[in-house]
C-alpha cells in the first residue's frame, strides 16, 4: 500500500462523520440539476411527461378555437398572421421542374425542353379556378394561402384530391380543401387508428376517419383510403410535430396567454384613461345625524314635525338649501361660488392610473407575438421606429430562414402530391411525352416529378446596397448569374429568355444596348470605376 493511501485511512478513522443536532449525521454534499428539485423554483414545478400525440390530443379542439376565436376580435393578431401568410406564400409559391432526367433516359436538353413544358402546362391548370380547384372558386395560390392560414390556426392542412371532369374542363384532377376539424378526434387502439389516423404496424398512415354533414345537418363519420392501389394520394395531411405524433397543433398556441395579457392591458388601460376623465365631489360636515337631530328637538316639536309629515333630516336639508339659495355668487356660465354651511368642506376626487408603463410592456409582449409568428416586429406590427438599416437587414435575415423553413416542410410537401397527380393525368392523357408512356412515369414517379418550389425573395431594407453586393460577389467569382436570380426569386432560364428578346427586338428597331451601370451607380467611365482600374 501506498504512503498516500495509508495517510487517507488514518485521517478517515481520525475524523468522526460530522453530526447535526441531538448526534443526527448530516446529509452529504451533493450536486444534482435542477437543485435536486428543492427550493422555491423547482418545489412545486414538476410537470407530467407524456406522450406528444395525448398532450396535442387532449388540446387540440381547445387551442384551434382559442386562436380562431382571437384572430375573429383581435386586431394586431389577424394582421400580423395576414403579414405572415403574404410572407411565405405570397400570391403562390412558383414550380420549377427538376426532372432527374439521366434515371428515365433523357438527355439535358430534352429534359431542359420538358421542363418548361411542364411548368408552362401546370401554370394553365393552376391560374384557373374551374380546373384546380372542385369548387370552382379559388385559383392554386389562393388555396395555397388558404392551406397555410389553416396551418397557423390548427397545426394542419388537409385537402382532398378527388376525380371531377367536368364537360367544360380539360383535367380531372381536383383539390378540395377541407377544415382540419372534419378530422375525427377519435382513438382505436385495436383498430390502430390514433386522432383519426389510421395506421399500419409500422405508423404509417393509411387512411382516416373524417366528419361530413348529412342533409340534416348532422355529423356522420367515414373512413378514406389515403392512397388508391397505384399510390396515387387521395388526401393530403401535413403538419410538423414531434416523433411519434399523427396531429399537428397551432404554432401560436405558446402565444395564446401572451394575447390574452395584451388584450386585457388594452381593455385596462382604456378604462384607465376613461376613469380619469371623472371626478366625485363630496361634502364632509361635522352635522349630526337624524337621530341625534332628533334627539336635540323638544318633544313639543318633534310632534309638530311628526303632524307636518317632515323628518328632522329633511327639515335640517331644507334649512341648509335655504341658506345656499341666498349665497351662491355667479360669475357666468364657466365658473360659479358659493359659500358653505357652516361646518361643511367641499372636496373634489379624481382616479390616479397606478403605472405609465403602457407603450413598454405593450411592444413587450408584441414582440413575443412576432416571434412565435416567424415575423420581426417592425413586419408583424409596421413599426420601424428606432429601426437602422443593418439592424432590419440583421432581422430579416435570421426570420427569412424560417420562412424558408416553412415552404419547404410545410407548403411544399402540400404542392407537390397534386403536382404529382396533376402531371401523371397530363401524361396519361398524352399530353406530355414520357420515356416508357404512362407505364415509364409510374416507373420512375420520383425521378420525373422531382421539383422546387420557390416563393417570393427575401425583402431587402436597401435595393441599392444588396445590388452592389451582387456585384462584388459576382466579381469575386463565387457567385453566378443563377444564385443572384435565385436570390432575386427569378429563374435564370426566365431571365436569360426575356434578355434575348429584348435584344432581338432592340435591333429589329435599331435601338442601341443598354448601357451596363457600374458598382458606384455611373458608367463604365465614371470616376469611380476608372480609379479602381488604374488600382488594379
Known amino acids: 500500500m501506498s504512503v498516500i493511501a495509508k495517510l487517507k485511512d488514518l485521517l478517515t478513522e481520525a475524523l468522526p462523520p460530522a453530526a447535526g443536532p441531538e448526534g443526527m449525521s448530516l446529509p452529504r454534499p451533493a450536486g444534482k ?58 400570391t403562390g409559391l412558383q414550380l420549377k421542374a427538376l426532372p432527374e432526367n439521366e434515371t428515365f433516359g433523357m438527355t439535358p436538353a430534352q429534359a431542359s425542353d420538358w421542363a418548361k413544358t411542364v411548368e408552362r402546362r401546370f401554370e394553365l391548370w393552376a391560374c384557373n379556378a374551374q380546373e384546380c380547384d372542385i369548387q370552382g372558386l379559388r385559383t392554386f395560390g389562393q388555396m395555397q394561402a388558404a392551406a397555410f392560414r389553416s396551418w397557423l390556426v390548427t397545426g394542419e392542412i388537409l385537402a382532398e384530391l378527388p376525380w371531377r371532369k367536368r364537360p367544360w374542363n380539360r383535367y380531372g384532377t381536383k383539390v378540395r380543401l377541407l377544415p382540419p376539424h372534419r378530422l375525427s378526434r377519435k382513438t382505436e387502439s385495436m383498430r390502430r387508428l390514433i386522432n383519426g389516423v389510421y395506421t399500419d404496424a409500422d405508423g404509417m398512415p393509411v387512411g382516416y376517419r373524417a366528419i361530413r354533414k348529412d342533409l340534416f345537418r348532422h355529423d356522420a363519420e367515414y373512413d378514406v383510403r389515403a392512397r388508391d392501389r397505384a399510390g396515387r394520394p387521395r388526401v393530403i395531411h401535413i403538419f410538423e410535430g414531434a416523433p411519434g405524433t399523427h396531429r399537428g397543433i397551432s404554432p401560436l398556441v405558446p402565444a395564446l396567454q401572451v394575447a390574452r395579457q395584451f388584450d386585457q392591458l388594452a381593455d385596462a388601460t382604456l378604462m384607465a ?25 323638544t318633544p313639543q316639536e318633534q310632534a309638530q314635525m311628526s303632524a307636518q309629515g317632515i323628518s328632522p333630516m329633511e327639515a335640517y336639508i331644507e334649512m341648509v338649501a335655504g341658506y345656499y339659495d341666498g349665497s ?38 408584441l414582440r413575443e407575438l412576432a416571434r412565435c409568428l416567424g415575423l420581426t416586429y417592425e413586419s408583424a406590427t409596421g413599426d420601424n421606429v428606432g429601426a437602422t438599416y443593418s439592424s432590419l437587414q440583421a432581422a430579416t435575415t435570421e426570420i427569412f430562414a424560417i420562412t424558408k423553413a416553412r415552404r419547404r416542410n410545410i407548403m411544399a410537401p402540400f404542392c407537390q402530391p397534386i403536382y404529382e397527380a396533376w402531371l401523371e393525368e397530363e401524361i396519361e392523357a398524352g ?106
Open 431 to 536: 399530353g406530355l411525352p414520357f420515356p416508357g408512356g404512362i407505364a415509364g412515369f409510374l416507373a420512375n414517379r420520383t425521378a420525373a416529378c422531382r421539383a422546387e418550389w420557390r416563393g417570393d425573395p427575401r425583402p431587402q431594407a436597401d435595393d441599392l446596397k444588396k445590388a452592389k453586393a451582387h456585384e462584388v460577389w459576382k466579381r469575386l467569382g463565387v457567385m453566378s448569374d443563377a444564385m443572384i436570380c435565385t436570390d432575386l426569386g427569378a429563374d435564370v432560364d426566365d431571365v436569360y429568355q426575356q434578355l434575348a428578346q429584348e435584344q432581338a427586338l432592340r435591333a429589329e428597331y435599331g435601338l442601341p444596348e443598354p448601357q451596363i451601370m457600374g458598382a458606384q451607380g455611373g458608367g463604365p467611365s465614371s470616376a469611380g470605376d476608372t480609379s479602381d482600374e488604374a488600382e488594379e
Open 273 to 297: 384613461a376613461i376613469v380619469q376623465t371623472l371626478f366625485a365631489v363630496t361634502i364632509t360636515s361635522d352635522e349630526p345625524t337624524e337621530q341625534v337631530l332628533q334627539g336635540l328637538l
Open 328 to 365: 351662491t355668487l355667479d360669475v357666468g356660465i364657466n365658473g360659479r361660488l358659493a359659500h358653505l354651511f357652516p361646518g361643511q368642506e367641499l372636496k373634489f376626487h379624481t382616479s390616479n392610473h397606478p403605472s405609465s408603463e403602457y407603450a413598454a410592456f405593450s411592444m413587450h409582449l
Open 33 to 90: 440539476y435542477m437543485r435536486g428539485g428543492r427550493g422555491v423554483t423547482f418545489a412545486g414545478w414538476k410537470p407530467a411527461l407524456r406522450e406528444a400525440q395525448d398532450d396535442i390530443g387532449d388540446a387540440w379542439d381547445d387551442a384551434a378555437a382559442r386562436v380562431n376565436d382571437l384572430l375573429h376580435n383581435s386586431g394586431w393578431l389577424a394582421g400580423a398572421l395576414e403579414q405572415c401568410v403574404a410572407n411565405t406564400v405570397g
